[in-house]
């Protein structure tokens, strides 16, 4: 009869513990707000001619230049 009671008791111990209801140690997995955040911009690649490479290797910040470079072509294109 001892060791039934043990039994039962053990098994009610372990139902707490089945593998649907493991809790989980926070371990793998994809995580909320994890990794980079997104700025909301488009990498862009392009091969520079001859010219346009000399220009850009003398220029300290090429990404702002760039990007000024065009919007200043937008704006007086007409």
Not at 54 to 74: G, H, M, Q, R, S
């Amino acid at each position: 009869m001892a060791k039934i009671v043990k039994y039962l008791e053990m098994l009610n111990n372990l139902e707490g513990n089945l593998p649907s209801e493991v809790k989980k140690d926070g371990r793998g997995g994809a995580r909320p707000n994890a990794g980079r955040k997104k700025k909301g911009v488009k990498y862009y690649g392009f091969r520079a001619t001859e010219e346009v490479f000399e220009i850009l290797e003398n220029v300290p910040d090429k990404t702002a230049y760039i990007c000024n470079a065009i919007l200043f072509y937008e704006k007086y294109k007409k």
